[in-house]
C-alpha cells in the first residue's frame, strides 16, 4: 500500500498571501489529522477530518482551515500569511479515528516558509 | 499550555548503551501513551505504546515505562544504534480525544 502523501514537499510564500496544502491519505483510511510542527513546540494538533466532516479542532485561529473530500482526500488553507506560519505541516491517516487508541500514519510533510 | 513535556531537547548516547528518554504528563485523564519516531524529511513513525492500564511494554530492543503516580513515561532503547538517531515524540490521548505531542528530544547515537 501507498503511504500518506503529501504535495507540495517545499513551498515559500510570503507575507498576506495564502497557502493550500494537500493530503492522501492511504487508501482505505477515512480519518485525516493535520499538525504543525515547529522547533520547539512539538506537533500542534490543527483539526482532524473523518467522512468529509471536521470532528475534532485544535487552538488555531480562523486562517487556518480544511476539507476532506469524498475520496478521504484532504486539503488545508492558510490565509493572510504571517512569518510565524513558517513551520512543518504534517498529514497523518488513520483507519477511523485519528484520535487515541488507532495508530496513525504520517506524511513526509510540507515545509512552508513565510518571507 | 504544555500538557506533555519533553524537558530534553537533545540527549548523546555511545552505541551499545541504553538511552532513555523521558517524557512527562500533566492530564491525569490521559489512558494511552505513545511514542514515535522521526527521521529528518521523513513524517513521524509509530514506534511503542502504553494503556494506562500497564506499567510496561517491551518490542524488541524498545521498551516504555509508565509510572502513572509521577505523571511520567520513559522510553529505553537497549542496545542503542546508529540508525536509532532520530526525533522522538512522546504523546499521549485521553479516550477519543485527540493526541497531545511532546516537543521531542533529538537523540543522537554515536559509535
Known amino acids: 500500500k501507498a503511504g500518506v502523501t503529501q504535495t507540495p514537499r517545499y513551498l515559500i510564500k510570503t507575507r498576506g498571501q495564502q497557502v493550500t496544502l494537500s493530503c492522501s491519505p492511504i487508501?482505505?483510511?477515512?480519518?485525516v489529522s493535520w499538525y504543525q510542527q515547529t522547533p520547539g513546540q512539538g506537533l500542534q494538533f490543527l483539526f482532524e477530518?473523518?467522512?468529509?466532516?471536521?470532528?475534532n479542532k485544535g487552538n488555531f485561529p480562523g486562517r487556518f482551515s480544511g476539507r476532506q473530500f469524498s475520496n478521504s482526500r484532504s486539503e488545508m488553507n492558510v490565509s493572510t500569511l504571517e512569518l510565524g506560519d513558517s513551520a512543518l505541516y504534517l498529514c497523518?491517516?488513520?483507519?477511523?479515528?485519528?484520535?487515541?487508541?488507532?495508530?496513525?500514519?504520517f506524511g513526509p510533510g510540507t515545509r512552508l516558509l513565510v518571507l | 499550555d504544555q500538557q506533555v513535556k519533553q524537558n530534553s531537547p537533545s540527549l548523546s548516547v555511545q552505541e551499545g548503551r541504553i538511552s532513555i528518554l523521558n517524557c512527562d504528563y500533566t492530564?491525569?485523564?490521559?489512558?494511552?501513551f505513545l511514542w514515535y519516531k522521526k527521521y529528518p524529511a521523513e513524517g513521524p513513525t509509530f514506534l511503542i505504546s502504553?494503556?494506562?492500564?500497564?506499567d510496561k511494554n517491551e518490542d524488541g530492543r524498545f521498551t516504555v515505562f509508565l509510572n502513572k503516580s509521577a505523571k511520567h513515561l520513559s522510553l529505553h532503547i537497549v542496545p542503542s544504534q546508529p540508525g536509532d538517531s532520530a526525533v522522538y515524540f512522546c504523546?499521549?490521548?485521553?479516550?477519543?480525544?485527540?493526541?497531545?505531542f511532546g516537543q521531542g528530544t533529538r537523540l543522537t547515537i554515536n559509535p
Open positions: 502504553i494503556s494506562s492500564i500497564k
Open positions: 487508501s482505505g483510511h477515512r480519518s
Open positions: 504523546a499521549a490521548s485521553a479516550g477519543a480525544q485527540k493526541l497531545v
Open positions: 497523518a491517516s488513520s483507519l477511523v479515528s485519528g484520535g487515541s487508541k488507532e495508530t496513525q500514519y
Open positions: 477530518y473523518f467522512s468529509e466532516t471536521q470532528r
Open positions: 492530564n491525569s485523564m490521559f489512558d494511552y
